[in-house]
């Protein structure tokens, strides 16, 4: 396959990187060489299976809205903009192009997910939520922070989830699920050693959505890798 990786970032490298080592054909354009989208156009997408991008939020609701306008397949490992999710899901749809996004595509943190999950049907606990990123990331709380206080929530409706953030550094990314009662304190905890768990995913993620149109999220195709 042929992907066209959107940011020349930490993590949008590791993403060229482990395409590559997959055996597949890579091209890389940073926001010089696509400014506003303006490189998203048929030619340039022709032969391209799927778009990567891990870029800024603004960038990446402009890229978005090019790859789907043409039909085209693009993985979003991109968060902070998801205010214009149902836009991009509705362009997705009319156009027949294919969406799919995740606030974490890392394997590790989609079994946090689903840990956080079991944590949250207990009763008679106090939960809370501390994230840690380095100190370029752009929004506050993570992606990955408020998937996991949305999960909480689905279990029980209407409690404050409080997320503390912190900005440190070159910090891969931790994030922590707390518990506590008055008898006990519950942890999960999930630390990045490296970007590369992100990159993985992505390329895997890339991989299923070539040739489907359609607009998933991370979590509900992570079964299908």
């Not at 506003?36 to 870029?55: E, K, Q």
Request: aromatic residues 8%; hydrophobic residues 40%.
């Amino acid at each position: 396959m042929l992907f066209l990786i959107l940011g020349k970032g930490k993590t949008g490298s590791l993403v060229a990187d482990v395409a590559r080592q997959r055996g597949h054909g890579v091209r890389v354009y940073d926001i010089n060489e696509n400014p506003h989208a303006s490189a998203l156009t048929a030619p340039n997408l022709a032969g391209v299976d799927v778009v990567i991008d891990f870029t800024t939020p603004e960038a990446a609701v402009e890229n978005m809205r090019a790859v789907l306008a043409l039909g085209c397949r693009i993985v979003v490992g991109t968060t902070g903009w998801y205010a214009q999710l149902a836009e991009m899901k509705a362009i997705a749809h009319r156009r027949g192009g294919g969406l799919l996004y995740g606030t974490n595509f890392s394997m590790g943190v989609q079994k946090l997910f689903r840990l956080t999950a079991e944590l949250a049907k207990l009763d008679g606990y106090h939960f809370a939520i501390t994230e840690t990123h380095h100190s370029s990331k752009v929004d506050a709380p993570s992606g990955t922070a408020l998937t996991l206080k949305e999960i909480i929530n689905s279990f029980k409706p209407g409690i404050d989830i409080p997320i503390t953030s912190h900005r440190v550094g070159d910090a891969k990314g931790e994030h922590i699920v707390t518990a506590t009662s008055e008898h006990d304190v519950l942890e999960l905890r999930h630390d990045a050693q490296s970007r590369r768990g992100f990159a993985i995913g992505a390329v895997r993620g890339a991989e299923w959505i070539a040739g489907k149109s359609g607009a998933w999220e991370f979590r509900e195709i992570f079964d299908q890798l």
